[in-house]
Protein backbone atom coordinates (compact mmCIF):
# COMPACT_ATOMS: atom_id res chain seq x y z
CA UNK A 1 0.00 0.00 0.00
CA UNK A 2 1.12 3.37 -0.67
CA UNK A 3 0.22 6.05 2.02
CA UNK A 4 1.32 9.68 2.57
CA UNK A 5 4.56 9.89 4.83
CA UNK A 6 3.79 10.45 8.43
CA UNK A 7 6.22 12.05 11.18
CA UNK A 8 6.24 8.34 12.86
CA UNK A 9 7.88 7.00 9.13
CA UNK A 10 10.76 9.24 9.82
CA UNK A 11 13.42 7.05 11.41
CA UNK A 12 12.37 4.33 9.57
CA UNK A 13 12.66 6.05 6.39
CA UNK A 14 16.31 7.36 6.96
CA UNK A 15 17.42 4.15 8.16
CA UNK A 16 15.91 2.43 4.86
CA UNK A 17 18.31 5.15 2.38
CA UNK A 18 20.95 4.02 4.73
CA UNK A 19 20.79 0.78 4.45
CA UNK A 20 20.67 0.83 0.68
CA UNK A 21 24.18 1.49 0.65
CA UNK A 22 23.83 3.52 -2.30
CA UNK A 23 23.27 7.50 -0.71
CA UNK A 24 26.69 9.20 0.56
CA UNK A 25 26.69 10.12 4.49
CA UNK A 26 26.29 13.18 3.64
CA UNK A 27 22.99 12.60 1.62
CA UNK A 28 21.72 10.55 4.65
CA UNK A 29 22.49 13.28 7.13
CA UNK A 30 20.81 15.90 4.29
CA UNK A 31 17.59 13.45 3.86
CA UNK A 32 16.62 13.49 8.06
CA UNK A 33 16.57 17.73 7.83
CA UNK A 34 14.61 17.51 4.49
CA UNK A 35 11.95 15.31 6.23
CA UNK A 36 12.08 17.80 9.62
CA UNK A 37 11.19 20.99 7.30
CA UNK A 38 9.24 18.58 5.30
CA UNK A 39 6.40 17.91 8.49
CA UNK A 40 7.27 21.41 9.35
CA UNK A 41 6.28 23.55 6.76
CA UNK A 42 7.09 21.72 3.18
CA UNK A 43 3.85 19.79 2.88
CA UNK A 44 1.35 22.52 3.44
CA UNK A 45 3.65 24.39 0.46
CA UNK A 46 2.57 21.41 -1.71
CA UNK A 47 5.72 18.80 -1.51
CA UNK A 48 4.48 15.34 -1.43
CA UNK A 49 6.19 12.21 0.15
CA UNK A 50 4.37 8.52 0.56
CA UNK A 51 5.83 5.62 1.98
CA UNK A 52 5.19 2.17 0.70
CA UNK A 53 3.85 -0.48 3.57
CA UNK A 54 3.58 -4.24 3.22
CA UNK A 55 2.52 -5.92 5.75
CA UNK A 56 3.45 -3.36 8.57
CA UNK A 57 6.53 -2.99 6.98
CA UNK A 58 8.13 -0.08 4.99
CA UNK A 59 9.91 -1.13 1.74
CA UNK A 60 10.50 2.39 0.07
CA UNK A 61 9.24 5.80 -0.46
CA UNK A 62 9.39 8.78 -2.78
CA UNK A 63 9.80 12.25 -1.98
CA UNK A 64 8.87 14.79 -4.71
CA UNK A 65 7.55 18.88 -5.16
CA UNK A 66 6.13 21.20 -7.87
CA UNK A 67 9.60 23.33 -9.47
CA UNK A 68 8.74 27.05 -8.66
CA UNK A 69 8.99 29.08 -11.50
CA UNK A 70 8.23 26.42 -13.93
CA UNK A 71 5.44 25.87 -16.08
CA UNK A 72 4.25 22.51 -14.14
CA UNK A 73 7.32 21.26 -13.62
CA UNK A 74 8.42 18.51 -10.81
CA UNK A 75 11.13 17.61 -9.53
CA UNK A 76 11.51 13.93 -7.57
CA UNK A 77 13.67 14.58 -4.80
CA UNK A 78 14.24 11.13 -3.60
CA UNK A 79 13.02 7.81 -3.99
CA UNK A 80 14.11 4.76 -2.17
CA UNK A 81 13.34 0.80 -1.64
CA UNK A 82 14.53 -1.13 0.81
CA UNK A 83 18.09 -3.54 -0.93
CA UNK A 84 15.99 -6.90 -0.47
CA UNK A 85 12.66 -4.89 -2.45
CA UNK A 86 14.80 -3.55 -4.99
CA UNK A 87 13.85 -4.80 -8.41
CA UNK A 88 10.71 -6.41 -6.88
CA UNK A 89 8.57 -3.87 -8.15
CA UNK A 90 8.12 -1.70 -5.30
CA UNK A 91 10.28 1.20 -6.95
CA UNK A 92 7.90 0.97 -10.06
CA UNK A 93 4.75 1.22 -7.57
CA UNK A 94 6.20 4.56 -6.26
CA UNK A 95 7.17 5.84 -9.23
CA UNK A 96 3.90 5.15 -11.06
CA UNK A 97 2.26 6.69 -8.02
CA UNK A 98 3.67 9.66 -8.24
CA UNK A 99 3.18 10.10 -12.24
CA UNK A 100 -0.41 9.80 -11.45
CA UNK A 101 -0.56 12.35 -8.32
CA UNK A 102 1.58 14.54 -10.44
CA UNK A 103 -0.90 14.04 -13.37
CA UNK A 104 -3.44 15.30 -11.08
CA UNK A 105 -2.01 18.15 -10.17
CA UNK A 106 -2.00 19.39 -14.09
CA UNK A 107 1.81 18.63 -13.73
CA UNK A 108 3.49 17.94 -17.50
CA UNK A 109 7.04 17.25 -16.60
CA UNK A 110 8.93 15.10 -13.90
CA UNK A 111 12.99 15.84 -13.95
CA UNK A 112 14.88 13.50 -11.92
CA UNK A 113 18.86 14.16 -11.07
CA UNK A 114 21.38 10.97 -10.25
CA UNK A 115 24.63 10.41 -10.05
CA UNK A 116 27.07 8.45 -13.17
CA UNK A 117 28.84 7.06 -10.88
CA UNK A 118 29.01 2.74 -11.87
CA UNK A 119 26.98 2.28 -8.66
CA UNK A 120 24.39 4.28 -9.81
CA UNK A 121 24.12 2.39 -12.91
CA UNK A 122 21.06 0.25 -11.98
CA UNK A 123 19.13 3.57 -10.98
CA UNK A 124 19.92 4.57 -14.35
CA UNK A 125 18.40 1.82 -15.75
CA UNK A 126 15.49 1.44 -14.00
CA UNK A 127 14.15 5.18 -14.87
CA UNK A 128 15.58 4.34 -19.18
CA UNK A 129 13.07 1.78 -18.22
CA UNK A 130 10.21 3.71 -17.23
CA UNK A 131 10.75 6.12 -19.97
CA UNK A 132 12.23 8.76 -18.70
CA UNK A 133 14.73 10.27 -21.34
CA UNK A 134 18.48 11.38 -20.14
CA UNK A 135 18.20 14.98 -20.80
CA UNK A 136 21.65 16.18 -19.63
CA UNK A 137 24.90 15.15 -18.16
CA UNK A 138 27.05 17.29 -16.22
CA UNK A 139 30.48 16.26 -16.20
CA UNK A 140 32.63 16.74 -12.65
CA UNK A 141 29.78 17.85 -10.89
CA UNK A 142 29.22 16.33 -7.23
CA UNK A 143 33.03 15.39 -7.60
CA UNK A 144 35.73 15.08 -9.55
CA UNK A 145 34.90 11.92 -11.67
CA UNK A 146 31.24 11.91 -10.42
CA UNK A 147 28.64 13.21 -13.16
CA UNK A 148 25.41 15.06 -12.93
CA UNK A 149 22.79 13.04 -14.59
CA UNK A 150 19.44 14.23 -15.64
CA UNK A 151 16.63 12.13 -16.64
CA UNK A 152 13.00 13.78 -17.39
CA UNK A 153 9.64 12.68 -18.31
CA UNK A 154 6.75 14.38 -20.01
CA UNK A 155 4.01 12.90 -17.56
CA UNK A 156 1.14 15.65 -18.66
CA UNK A 157 -0.10 17.80 -21.54
Not at 34 to 53: K, L, M, P
Not at 67 to 89: C, E, F, K, N, P
Not at 120 to 134: A, G, S, V
Request: no cysteine; charged share 25%; aromatic share 12%.
Amino acid sequence: MIRPTIPADQTALVALAEGTGVFKPMEIEALSGVFDEYFETYHAHGHRSVTFEKDGQILGFAYYAATSMTDRTWYLWWIAVTRQSQAGGVGSQLLRHLEDDIRSQNGRLLVIETSGLPSYEPTRRFYLKHKYDQAAVIRDYYADGDDLVVFSKRVGS
